[in-house]
């Protein structure tokens, strides 16, 4: 009895050592993730809601009171490499109507002075409303980029439409 036990034990350890190995190996350091449920209960913010995700139950909800969604906010000495030569950035949206002001917007700057931006907007991905389709974006990073430099990526809607847009599962890579 003492054997069988032991050898299920060895099982089951040797499996959760293979799938945490797996899993490490699939990661990849230079792409951030998230898929907003990770934020809830640390960071407060009023475009994150519950609903009909694309992950989980929470997910980014931008309208024309709240044009701005959460993003990420990181400077350049934290990048996850020091030799990135392009960003790309996705999210899953998802839209209440079509529309072509909702972006996916990455914005590159350095003490208030614009050093590269672009933005995709959600209707060049998304032609049926209600259904979650992936939004991408990239910029390429110049040479000599300041440490003190501020990536931004985050989703807008510029012209305050009358459309509710929804995104999830951001995931940001850094291309050396
Ligand atoms: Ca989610």
């Known amino acids: 009895m003492i054997k069988k036990i032991n050898l299920f034990a060895l099982i089951a350890l040797a499996t959760l050592l293979f799938a945490c190995s797996s899993d490490e190996d699939k990661k990849n350091p230079l792409t951030i993730t998230n898929d907003i449920d ?18 989980g139950k929470y997910m980014i909800k931008v309208d024309s009171i709240l044009p701005y969604g959460l993003g990420l906010y990181l400077i350049a000495e934290d990048f996850p490499t020091k030799i990135a030569k392009s960003i790309n950035a ?30 995709s907007n959600f209707n060049n991905y998304i032609k049926k ?14 040479k000599n980029l300041p440490l003190d430099a501020t990536l ?23 291309i050396e």
């Open 38 to 55: 990770q934020m809830v209960g640390w960071v407060q913010h009023p475009t994150i809601i519950k609903g009909d995700a694309h992950s």
């Open 129 to 142: 409303t209600g259904e979650w389709e992936k939004v991408d974006v990239s910029i390429n990073i110049p």
């Open 152 to 174: 931004k990526i985050y989703i807008w809607d510029p012209q305050k439409t009358n459309t509710t847009a929804f995104g999830d599962d951001f995931e940001i890579t850094f």
């Open 90 to 119: 996705s999210i899953w949206g998802k839209l209440t109507k079509l529309n072509d002001s909702i972006s996916l917007v990455i914005d590159l700057s350095s003490k208030g002075q614009s050093i590269t931006y672009n933005s």
